[in-house]
């Protein structure tokens, strides 16, 4: 493996993110429509890929907590290069094709691949949108939340996710004294290299 083995701490997820989750799963099933109807209309290779963006969203509402964020954000990049080759798919399919939008002449087949066209990267774009927002809420709110791991060394942020703040481990100190605060650095700083 070229990249080393680093697990990523997983955001505890925020209010918004937790009220965005109905949401988001509704997308999802939107998504899983979307995968139905390609087969329908015989396009195999847009169904698959449209399956693995939907496994790629259930990674993201199942997890250590509701919502999982940093999988959010991967959501929202593969949803959005998806969103990008569909919408190539739209030009050429409407350049060779003999039928104009919603035709009259077309028979339900073409009406229904047509409205799959179109439609879908429209949901994956709004489902890009909505995984992006839920991940930059968590990042701010984790973000809101470290001074008060700092500042408070029995907070947990499982903690809070479920309502309580704090857990029952005191903050360890030696021989009883409280926990000394940070001090800025006093040293004198080096440079590396050359001096010109």
């Known amino acids: 493996m070229l990249l080393p083995d680093v697990a990523l701490?997983?955001?505890?997820?925020?209010?918004?993110?937790?009220?965005?989750?109905?949401?988001?799963?509704?997308m999802?099933?939107?998504i899983m429509l979307f995968v139905l109807a390609k087969l329908v209309v015989h396009d195999f290779l847009g169904a698959s890929s449209l399956l693995l963006i939907l496994l790629m969203g259930l990674s993201v509402v199942f997890g250590q907590y509701a919502v999982n964020c940093s999988a959010a954000l991967l959501f929202c990049a593969v949803c959005v290069i998806s969103a990008a080759f569909d919408i190539t798919s739209v030009i050429l399919y409407f350049h060779v094709s003999k039928y104009r939008l919603f035709d009259a002449r077309a028979s339900h087949l073409v009406w229904m691949a047509q409205a799959t066209l179109v439609f879908c990267p429209a949901v994956l774009l709004a489902a890009a949108?909505?995984?992006?927002?839920?991940?930059?809420?968590?990042?701010?709110?984790?973000?809101?939340?470290?001074?008060?791991?700092?500042a408070f060394p029995g907070y947990s942020e499982e903690g809070q996710a479920r309502g309580r703040g704090?857990?029952?481990s005191a903050p360890r100190t030696q021989a009883g004294r409280p926990p000394s605060p940070a001090k800025p650095f006093q040293g004198v700083g080096r440079k590396l290299g050359f001096n010109f």
Request: aromatic letters at 14%; glycine letters at 2%; one cysteine or more.
């Open 129 to 150: 949108m909505l995984a992006y927002s839920m991940y930059v809420d968590c990042q701010v709110s984790a973000e809101e939340r470290a001074p008060m791991r700092q």
């Open 166 to 168: 704090f857990q029952a």
């Open 9 to 26: 701490p997983e955001v505890v997820p925020s209010d918004y993110a937790l009220r965005m989750r109905p949401v988001f799963m509704g």
């Open 28 to 30: 999802l099933w939107v």
